[in-house]
């Protein structure tokens, strides 16, 4: 199986005193690591960050994990930092394995009960036909 890949920007989220640093995933991408950043680049040429908001200036760097956004404003300059991270474990993606297995034993275990049913039947034989207290 490929690996996947969560294209993630990371940058500060609120305003005045209430910043905060928030991340976001922008996307997944299925495939090698060269490919997630070729994706991830692309995005990050046609992000536009929270802060500031009327730039004056905005630079795309390289950097080993990705890329690093600057955005010169008229107080000061802000930063979104991209980058691509191996996806190890999604918990959301491990319940629905978990609940379809958990319905594949629950259908496995009615079709074993149908199946003991049906032969009870036919072991009885019909239920026409018979003869009733003689």
């Not at 500060?12 to 996307?27: F, H, I, S, Y």
Request: hydrophobic letters at 40%; glycine letters at 8%; charged letters at 30%.
């Amino acid at each position: 199986m490929a690996a996947r890949w969560g294209l993630i920007v990371e940058e500060n989220d609120g305003m005045g005193e209430r910043k905060t640093w928030a991340t976001q995933v922008l996307g997944r991408v299925e495939g090698s690591r060269e490919e997630a950043l070729a994706q991830l680049e692309k995005l990050a040429r046609s992000y536009t960050s929270q802060h500031p908001m009327n730039p004056t200036s905005v630079q795309l760097y390289r950097t080993a994990e990705g890329f690093l956004m600057l955005s010169e404003g008229s107080m000061r300059t802000y930063h979104c930092r991209f980058s691509v991270a191996e996806l190890l474990y999604d918990s959301v993606e491990a319940e629905r394995a978990a609940a379809a297995a958990r319905a594949a034993e629950r259908a496995a275990w009615e079709a074993h009960k149908a199946a003991e049913k049906a032969a009870r039947r036919a072991e009885r034989g019909p239920l026409f036909g018979r003869r009733r207290g003689r």
